[in-house]
């Protein structure tokens, strides 16, 4: 299972960015996404997490900024940031977890950088 992320760029402080990412592949079903961050010189963290009913979990510092959504018709997990923030710049990755011809499995997409200037 392939994940292509996309959306990202440069924002100011304030300003909002909705980042994409699809799954492709064949024989799978989608469990949870995610989305999960790395900053400089800092471990990758949780950003926010959906699960294959919607039920969603976010990381202290995005909450009431960040809004994590999915189309499962298209396998794709979405996450809008509004109100950024300079301590919100990093390399983020989207996640998933499901099954492939009834093995689990757990992939992760490329990255994509966004950076906010203050």
């Known amino acids: 299972v392939q994940l292509q992320a996309s959306g990202g760029g440069l924002v100011q402080a304030g300003g909002s960015l909705r980042l994409s990412c699809a799954a492709s592949g064949s024989g799978f079903a989608v469990g949870s996404m995610g989305w999960y961050r790395r900053s400089p010189g800092k471990e990758r963290e949780l950003v926010a997490t959906?699960?294959?009913?919607?039920?969603?979990n976010y990381a202290d510092s995005v909450k009431g900024r960040f809004t994590i959504s999915r189309d499962n018709a298209k396998n794709t997990v979405y996450l809008q940031m509004n109100s950024l923030k300079p301590e919100d710049t990093a390399v983020y990755y989207c996640?998933?977890?499901?099954?492939?011809?009834?093995?689990?499995?757990?992939?992760w997409g490329q990255g994509t950088l966004v950076t906010v200037s203050s």
């Open positions: 996640h998933l977890e499901g099954r492939r011809w009834s093995k689990p499995i757990d992939s």
């Open positions: 959906i699960t294959s009913i919607g039920s969603t």
